[in-house]
């Protein structure tokens, strides 16, 4: 689960018993885990860091090369917009 709010995102993954990812570009602001309010698995700066990092945890080293960087870099599979 992947969430910028913990009162309502990070806590409605942790009473799934999901893995959850917050995000710093919406409602939370801390840096790390024990910031917030409901403890996320993972503090992030935003949704594509995010989705990498669980990428990496799943063990896809090959999806994650393939996602561009946030800089507009371009990839085989095209410019990131």
């Known amino acids: 689960m992947v969430g910028d709010n913990p009162q309502s995102d990070i806590a409605g993954a942790n009473a799934y018993g999901w893995q959850s990812i917050l995000v710093k570009t ?3 602001r801390g840096d790390r885990p024990e910031d917030a309010e409901h403890v996320p698995t993972v ?26 960087s946030a800089q ?3 990839t085989n599979d095209g410019p990131r917009e």
Do not use: C, M, N, Y
Request: hydrophobic letters at 40%; charged letters at 40%; glycine letters at 12%.
């Open 26 to 28: 919406g409602v939370f």
């Open 43 to 68: 503090v992030k700066r935003d949704v594509l860091e995010g989705i990498k990092w669980a990428l990496e945890r799943e063990g896809d080293a090959e999806a994650v090369s393939h996602i561009p």
């Open 72 to 74: 507009g870099e371009k």
